[in-house]
Nanobody
Framework: QLQLVESGGGLVQPGGSLRLLCAGS????????MAWFRQAPGKEREAVSS????????DYVDAVRGRFTISRDNAVDSVYLQMNNLKPEDTGVYFC????????????????????WGQGTQVTVSS
């Protein structure tokens, strides 16, 4: 059974950068479509970005496109989210999610698509 652990969150000033890590264990991450979601206080969990099994397909929500970059390294069972030019509205708990899938090019920003979740890492953007 795949388990996910996020890290890399913290407090950063507006305009700053953070790199989040999602580390998989229990089975190989290469068989899973992966995504990052976030949840701000008092709001529903929302999608940020998704990456296909081998990393050939990517997708982003408009709010982060051009500022965030998702990537993965299946050799070390890891998925990353590089976040640049952070804004206060990026504040929230960031979650890693996974779905085992045969198709190699599929990505999804739908929350209900994923059935494995990490515990999250807090990102706070504030001056």
């Amino acid at each position: 059974q795949l388990q996910l652990v996020e890290s890399g969150g913290g407090l950063v000033q507006p305009g700053g950068s953070l790199r989040l890590l999602c580390a998989g264990s229990g089975t190989r991450l290469r068989d899973y479509v992966m995504a990052w979601f976030r949840q701000a206080p008092g709001k529903e969990r929302e999608a940020v970005s998704s990456i296909s099994r081998a990393g050939a397909s990517l997708d982003y929500v408009d709010a982060v496109r051009g500022r965030f970059t998702i990537s993965r390294d299946n050799a070390v069972d890891s998925v990353y989210l590089q976040m640049n030019n952070l804004k206060p509205e990026d504040t929230g708990v960031y979650f890693c999610a996974a779905k085992k899938l045969y198709q190699h090019m599929t990505v999804s920003l739908e929350r209900d698509f994923y059935d494995i979740w990490g515990q999250g890492t807090q990102v706070t953007v504030s001056s």
